[in-house]
């Protein structure tokens, strides 16, 4: 019997007892601008749903080469801040993030944040709610971000990071912050002791 109490290194597991969703960490012992535990306490802080479904997430630095040698489609290059160079990608199909490439803690976490956001939109959310968002939240009001600009589905994961972040960043879009914090987070109460 497994005690939910105890993380162990390597894999998200949840506080709450009966709950059964871990994601698994691969490959991030290859570098060392982020330990594993803090990237395990950082993801216990979004609500147990967002991560349910989510198979892994893997740093592997390897596959920019491969990409390039043409096996693999160009990632995305995702630049939340000025001078930042970082990229991800979020693979539906697999339930699976794939990190490339981050220059720092804080990169990592953006990275992570919008591609959960992916994650959330494609397989947590019901198509009800997703389609309020792309009919009608998400037109209301300009992009969060240059990357959120393209379509409604990265506007939606560039807002799901900032807010998970810190929602009063989400502020300056009154509608966006308002879906997000009902609609969304809206089970990221309390946590229980
Ligand atoms: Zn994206």
């Known amino acids: ?53 989510l198979q892994e997430i893997e740093y592997d630095p390897e596959r920019i080469g491969q990409k390039a040698a043409g096996y693999f489609l160009p990632p995305r290059v995702y630049t939340p801040l000025p001078n930042l160079r970082s990229a991800a990608e979020y693979l539906p199909d697999e339930a699976k993030i794939v990190v490339y490439e981050f220059d720092s803690p804080a990169s990592l976490y953006e990275l992570l944040f919008h591609e959960i956001g992916h994650h959330v939109c494609r397989h947590v959310i019901s198509g009800t709610i997703r389609k309020h968002w792309v009919t009608q939240v998400h037109p209301r009001e300009p992009a969060v971000s240059p990357q959120g600009s393209r379509n409604a589905l990265e506007d939606f994961a560039e807002a799901y990071a900032l807010f998970a972040r810190n929602p009063e960043q989400l502020r300056r879009s009154p509608a966006k912050h308002a879906f997000f914090r009902d609609e969304i987070f809206r089970s990221n109460g309390p946590k229980a002791p």
């Open 1 to 53: 019997m497994r005690n939910p109490r105890t993380t162990r290194p390597g894999r998200v597991t949840p506080e709450r007892p009966g709950a059964r969703i871990a994601v698994r960490l691969k490959g991030f012992g290859a570098q060392s601008l982020v330990a594993t535990e803090p990237i395990v306490s950082t993801l216990r802080h979004l609500p147990e749903s967002h991560l349910q479904g």
